[in-house]
């Protein structure tokens, strides 16, 4: 009799942790993309005015410099909403961007003092970098390959 009660009782706790499971990773999911569309209805004001202060906080802008650049950056910001609200073709709209965002980088460096050039360089390669590493583990994360990550503090952490 006792055994019944315990296999039951095996078996209703191991459907419990399925449910768990199942449920944890859908909501997970559903998060990512709320997320993501939270991101993508953002208007272009809302845009600019991140980037601009993200750029504002690594180079310590005058209140000058931030309103050019904010400006330079809501120009882009529209002229890319545009884009995409009138054509259809990815690669056309993707080459389009490509050369408005050229043009707006131009005209911040046109902006910046020679040492903030600098450094708007080095942020610029270090985003450039954080986004291939992003795209690399969410292919590896596709794919299931282990990964050896670094924490803030310099030690690793192997996932799969």
Not at 22 to 31: H, K, L, N
Not at 62 to 85: C, G, M, P, T, W
Not at 103 to 114: H, R, W
Request: proline share 1%; net charge positive.
């Amino acid at each position: 009799m006792k055994r019944i009660n315990l296999k039951k009782s095996l078996v209703t706790l191991m459907m419990l942790a399925a449910f768990v499971v199942v449920g944890s990773r859908s909501y997970a999911q559903s998060t990512d993309q709320e997320v993501h569309k939270q991101h993508t209805m953002k208007t272009p004001e809302q845009r600019a005015t991140m980037k601009a202060d993200k750029i504002s906080k690594q180079l310590t802008l005058s209140s000058d410099q931030y309103s050019k650049i904010y400006n330079s950056i809501l120009s882009a910001e529209h002229q890319i909403k545009s884009l995409r609200a009138g054509t259809t073709d990815k690669n056309s709209i993707k080459d389009q961007i490509k050369k408005i965002n050229v043009s707006t980088n131009e005209s911040i460096k046109g902006v910046l003092t020679a040492d903030q050039q600098k450094q708007y360089k080095q942020f610029k390669e270090d985003r450039k970098e954080k986004r291939k590493d992003k795209l690399k583990d969410k292919k590896d994360k596709k794919d299931g390959h282990i990964k050896i990550k670094k924490n803030k503090r310099g030690s690793t952490k192997e996932t799969k």
